[in-house]
């Protein structure tokens, strides 16, 4: 029997997984984030750690857990909250839940879409607010998007699906991404790999999936927004840091940029007091994956990740 540390409350049926496999669990049960002094403690002996992206595995947390833990089951596709090369210097194996949140998260990003170029935010703090109001020919005018033009940057599985999406809409599809995709996706989507730089210029909805990295760090910052149409809105469902926030406020206030739809943020919980403050930014809590199925999906692979490395057998998704 292996002790199985979960940082965070996951679904049920994830926990059945880990108890019928017969390992000792120790179970956060709390919505609330654990404080981590509080963690530092609970991970001491463990074998096996369940964790969420809001907890941060690193020098610490691993030092505290001990040399007999095996693996960090990561209950995201992201996992710029895990030191890979700590977990790797001490022969423990990361793993991440690829591909069950995909729809889910495609689905938020056409949702942005829709609500930032069609300007539902604003509508619906104006009948919250119960501020007067009059249909009128120009109130409230959006941007439609059919055959106006998505750009994509990281066509991945996530990236692939909001452009299939957006075709659905009728847009046409660019994107950009360090290798060039599967010829077939590319003629089923209808689309065309450019440059950073073209597709900036070229695009009417910027969409970002690419993952998280030193060299992505403030990927889109005040030349980039400077490079794109006056017209144009930018949507984020990848991670907060891709975007420098301070860029984008600047961007939205002038003008030099028509809208943002943000799902991530970046500081979270924080988010830049700027964007607070602008009528032509949609902004949502991190929803990206946050349906019951898919959480349940991402929780369960987690699961089988953990209890795969306790049986001594390669875990279904590790990180590469």
Known sequence: MARVVVT???????????????????????????????????????????????????DELLDAAG??????????VGYNNIDVKACRSRGVVATNTPGVLTDATADIAMALILMASRRLGEGERIIRSQTPWQ???????????????????????IGAATARRARAFGMNILYSSRSKADS?????????????D???????????????????????GAEEF?????????????????????ALVEALKSGEIAGAGLDVFEDEPEVHPGLLECENAVLVPHL???????????????ADNAVAMLDGEDPPTPIR
């Open 184 to 196: 077939a996706l590319e003629n089923e989507l209808m689309a065309h790999r450019v440059d950073m």
């Open 67 to 76: 040399d007999q833990l095996k693996v960090v089951a990561n209950v995201a």
């Open 288 to 302: 990206g994956s946050a349906t019951i199925e898919t959480r349940t999906a991402m929780a369960t692979l987690a």
């Open 8 to 58: 965070g409350k996951i679904p049920k049926p994830a926990l059945d997984i880990l108890r019928r496999a017969g390992h000792e669990i120790d179970a956060w049960d709390s919505e609330e984030q654990q404080p981590r002094e509080q963690l530092l403690e609970q991970v001491a002996g463990a074998e096996a750690l369940v964790t969420l992206l809001t907890e941060k595995v690193d």
């Open 135 to 157: 249909w009128g020919m120009f109130y409230l005018l959006g941007s439609g998007l059919q055959r106006k033009t998505l750009g994509v940057v990281g066509l991945g599985a």
């Open 226 to 246: 400077a490079a794109m149409k006056s017209s144009a809105y930018i949507v984020n469902t990848a991670r907060g840091p891709v975007i420098d926030e301070a």
């Open 198 to 220: 073209t597709l900036l210029a070229e695009s009417d909805v910027l969409s970002l999936h690419c993952p998280y990295s030193p060299a992505t760090h403030h990927l889109m």
